[in-house]
């Protein structure tokens, strides 16, 4: 089992990550870690914070000399921010001055959308920072760092993701385009939108200037594809074992996302049985399906071919032109309080949703597999592919989804 925490808030001095239960021999690089925690900050639309943030890396436990020990891999990441809200975000006992009222001044016009009214209600306090600070997707930095890890130890079992961007607003990829591959990351990232359909990609960046000029903001649909996975990760065989439902969790807990889809997932509801499931067919090599409209699950387990998963964004919650609400100090009419913010965070959540597919795809792992050393969690993988009789076993994802373009369709 694999167990990810993370600390701190976002003006604070450092977000805090802990990942425990990964195997030893696991390569941990500071310049891989540092290479993602740069890809969350791409993309067209974000605010100015991603211009200068530096996500400041320490590696601070679990690693020696390029690999895990086994033993919890701790991270630290440090804020750019932090010199500027020392005294806003002082930890120790602290009576704002006359300096600080600016930043430090009491947020008491929530925003409707964000954590705001409900945090200040829940956690018994009369203003917003210390809701907003923690509710903010600062946070998604540790995912990401953790995420890197997860999918070092995923690459080490031949196991590689990628996540693009289907949709910005209502510009969407059109149906039937082609799906990137682990090898097409870096293209993706060169994109502003990480859209692998260029023409898209150029109306979505009008979507983003039109949006950003009228003072609102946008959300959209990001997909990640995992490839090389083995069949028979996750199970039927209870609710919290299903790894559909794992995945979901995963994706639902980033901020701002509100649905997840696997595979074809609402579309599918549309169609009728005879054209909704990937149908099975005999070939030399094993056992194929015919199409991948499941996504690569079924019955809660992997089933081999490409793990495909969806998460839909909100709109989001700082808009420019205020949303209507009420300053909670004097019972009035007010407009939301507004400091800078994202016209657009899509891209960057399609990297986040790669880093909590990752911990998730890592942890289901090693709940089949075990290990204490990459080795061991290595070998018991080989072992149980060659347990599977001749009969049953499914031919390499790679020539069923050339089986499916070429013969069966
Ligand atoms: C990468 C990323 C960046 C975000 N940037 C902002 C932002 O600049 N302003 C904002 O209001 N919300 C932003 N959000 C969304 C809020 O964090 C989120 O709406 C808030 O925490 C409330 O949670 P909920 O939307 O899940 O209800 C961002 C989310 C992600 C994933
Ligand atoms: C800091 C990040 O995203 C932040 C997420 C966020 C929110 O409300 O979620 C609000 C903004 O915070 P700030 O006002 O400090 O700029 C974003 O920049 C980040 O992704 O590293």
Known sequence: MLRVLTAGESHGPELIAVMEGLPSGVPVLAEDIQADLQRRKLGYGRGSRMKFEQDELTISGGVRHGKSLGSPIALRIGNTEWPKWTEVMNPAPTELTEKSRGRGAALTRPRPGHADLVGMQKYDFDEARPILERASARETAARVALGAVARSFLSELGIRLVSHTLSIGPVRVPDGSALPTPDDVDALDADPLRCFDPATS????????????????????????????????????????????????????????????????????????????????????????????????????????????????????????????????????????????????????????????????????????????IRETRRNLDGYLEAIPETLRTAPASEAALLAHDELS
């Open 202 to 373: 150029a109306l979505m960046v009008a979507e983003v200037d039109d949006a950003r000029k009228d003072g609102d903001t946008l959300g959209g649909i990001v997909e990640v594809l995992a490839y090389g996975l083995p069949p028979g990760v996750g199970s039927h065989v209870h609710w919290d074992r299903r790894l559909d439902g794992r995945l979901a969790q995963a994706l639902m807990s980033i901020q701002a996302i509100k649905g997840v889809e696997v595979g074809d997932g609402f579309e599918t509801t549309r169609r009728r049985g005879s054209a909704a499931h990937d149908e099975l067919f005999e070939t030399e090599s094993g056992i194929t399906r015919g199409s991948d409209r499941a996504g690569g699950t079924e019955g809660g387990m992997t089933t081999g071919t490409v793990l495909r998963v969806r998460a839909g964004m909100k709109p989001i919650a700082t808009v420019p032109h205020s949303l209507r609400t009420i300053d909670v100090a004097s019972g009035e009419a007010a407009t939301a309080h507004h400091q800078r913010s994202d016209v657009c965070a899509v891209p960057a959540s399609g990297v986040v949703a790669e880093a909590m597919v990752a911990i998730e795809l890592a942890n289901s792992i090693l709940e089949k597999f075990g290990g204490d050393s």
